[in-house]
């Protein structure tokens, strides 16, 4: 099995006179600088304002986070994937469903399924088989592990239901016997909807894959674009961007990859040298493994 980067999942909660004349005026004066400078030092808007947004294609956006002093010195600028479910859809995949020898980089991977944005799935075994409950079209390619407590779902069965979402399986259920949604990955839960951090310090530091949604119900792909520990990561999440509401890590390390199709970063061929995210994307900036089970975005059908 392959070595986790942030130890056993657990819960921690979150460290949370009169006057009058010249002299009146006076103190009017530096009362009203002093609320001044208050107000210039508060904290930008939420998630869906500070950043600025990439558009690649509708219900696709991209940016280059730098939290500065928001986060933790060492947590380094984050790339965000923001995927609107409604216009685009999930699809996983493991080498051996597809009747595959061995597994692919990520780029062949992007190459043989033709997604939009193709990520890592999660954690795996040395003999490459899933490590955790993995669901590709409502069946299972991997066995439900019982403490990890973060599920992707996407492709719901039942109208009524989101189109993707991050599960908490310690508040909410899962039947795997009758899956209401045929797409899933399960893995480490990081933060959960009452802002809580869901891993334990140790210092451990490596790149970082997460997948969260925000307020809108939009999926938020995340890639650290240096080593950073899970848990000054999970710190940055939940101070930094509010608009996150739930966030679960997947595989760290070398294992840790997101790739952009080139018929997509053409979209923005205007501006394909000033992106700052580009060489993160487009695989020039990072060594790349095999992958024996990758996620992919891609457009929905007939859409």
Known sequence: MRSWQSGAESVRPRVQGKSDGRSGRRLGFVLAGLVLGALCSLPGPGIGQELQWDRLAEGLDVTL?????????????????????????????????????????????????????????????????????????????????????????????????????VLDLSVETFAEDRPAYREAAQSLMLLDEQRKLRVRQTGKQAHQTVVGEN????????????????????????????????????????????FIGAEVLANRRDLSEQLPWRSLVEGSATRHIPLPSVIGVLPRRGG
Not at 236 to 258: E, F, H, K, N, V
Request: glycine share 8%; hydrophobic share 40%.
């Open 65 to 165: 986070w730098s939290p500065g002093a928001r986060c933790h010195k060492n947590v380094p600028p984050l790339l965000i994937v923001k995927v609107d479910p409604e216009r685009l859809r999930f699809s996983t995949y493991h080498f051996r469903d597809e009747g595959l020898a061995a597994p692919l980089t990520i780029q062949e991977w992007q190459r043989r399924t033709r997604a939009d944005v193709v990520f890592n799935a999660g954690l795996f075994r040395e003999d490459y088989s899933y490590l955790g409950l993995l669901l590709k079209d409502g069946r299972a390619l991997g066995k439900r592990h019982p403490r990890w407590q973060g599920l992707f779902v996407a492709e719901p069965v039942e109208q009524g239901l989101r189109k993707a979402r």
């Open 215 to 258: 307020l809108d119900g939009q999926i938020m792909v995340i890639k650290t674009a240096d080593v950073v520990a899970l848990f000054e990561l999970a710190e940055c999440l939940r101070d930094g961007l509010p608009g996150l509401t739930r966030a679960m890590a997947m595989d760290g390390g070398t294992s840790s990859d997101l």
